[in-house]
């Protein structure tokens, strides 16, 4: 553009201007896009986020090329990788990034550790018409909260149930214990992942927590208000990575709006007090005092 006059120029005769219309993601010969790709393979997942972001169409040659140079990606510092996701993750559209580098063969060298939720199934007849874990992940993904910590949170939620499921007396499949499972694989991943330890904190108490809204359906209210008192400000992103899990099974139960409903009225009615981040033990050791009045006043 020149700035001067105003005038869009295109100095590939309009092919440029053309394929922005048309909303392609084109290439100006095979031999131009092949060495862009070599001489900087993050290229392959901007091609991702571009397509994903403003739902323009990739040319079958071009998502060839892309595959056939795809383990180029394992050369690029996963940071430069997770910054084009997180651009996904703050318009809610990573579900479409990871569908997409799946299909171009990026998400192997990227994502390894999510390919194991792939084929496991849910059999139980009531619930998850949906399909596997990686089906029903996607689907939970597409209705999380736009942002990093909920889109991550959504993608990692179940990523312990390929590692605990059993099969029970009554012949369907059971994931007893994943979330405490999918805490540890989700600590692992993010850490790999070059992610910051406030967000590893906060997805992780996220998947840790996940079922546990479900719960409380049926709960009494004193243990409606235990939930609210241990988990503080972390309540709410529960309630909304349940929302969108719930939202992701099929078919759809969303009891998380009457929940939510009943929380809040057990709150306003008395308010809630927040139990001490660490115990007694705890505060002696850190801060290297005896028993007495003093560890009070801290808690």
């Known amino acids: 553009k020149d700035l001067s006059t105003g005038e869009i120029k295109d100095f590939t005769n309009l092919r440029a201007i053309n394929d922005i219309n048309d909303g392609v993601l084109q290439h100006i010969s095979i031999e131009h896009l092949r060495k862009s790709i070599i001489d900087d393979p993050l290229r392959m997942v901007r091609l991702v986020r571009f397509a994903s972001k403003y739902q323009w169409r990739i040319p079958n040659e071009v998502a060839s090329e892309v595959i056939s140079n795809s383990d180029r990606i394992q050369i690029v510092a996963i940071e430069r990788v997770m910054e084009e ?18 299909s171009l063969n990026l998400l192997v060298h990227i994502l390894p550790q999510i390919y194991t939720m792939n084929g496991v199934l849910h059999n139980n007849p009531i619930n998850h018409h949906e399909g596997d ?81 479900l719960q409380l359906v049926s ?7 235990r939930f609210l008192r241990e988990n503080g400000d972390l309540a709410e992103q529960i309630l909304d990575l349940a929302e969108a899990d719930s939202l992701g099974t099929l078919p759809v139960n969303d009891y998380v709006p009457a929940l939510r409903e009943r929380l809040k009225k057990l709150q306003s009615s008395s308010p809630v007090r927040r139990t001490a981040i660490l115990d007694g033990n705890e505060i002696m050791i850190i801060l290297d005092i005896k028993p007495g009045p003093k560890v009070g006043e801290v808690t």
């Open 219 to 225: 709960a009494s209210d004193k243990a409606c208000r």
């Open 85 to 102: 996701l997180k651009k996904l993750m703050e318009i809610g559209r990573l579900y479409q990034g990871i569908l997409l580098m799946d």
């Open 133 to 213: 874990v990686w089906t029903h992940t996607m689907h939970v993904l597409r209705c999380a909260k736009y942002g990093i910590v909920p889109q991550l949170a959504a993608l990692l939620h179940d990523i312990g149930k390929p590692f605990t499921q059993t099969t029970g007396d009554d012949g369907f499949f059971h994931y007893y214990n994943h979330p405490t499972e999918g805490e540890k694989i989700a600590e692992d991943i993010l850490r790999f992942l070059k992610f910051d330890l406030e967000t590893i904190r906060i997805v992780k108490s996220l998947v840790f927590h996940h079922m546990e809204p």
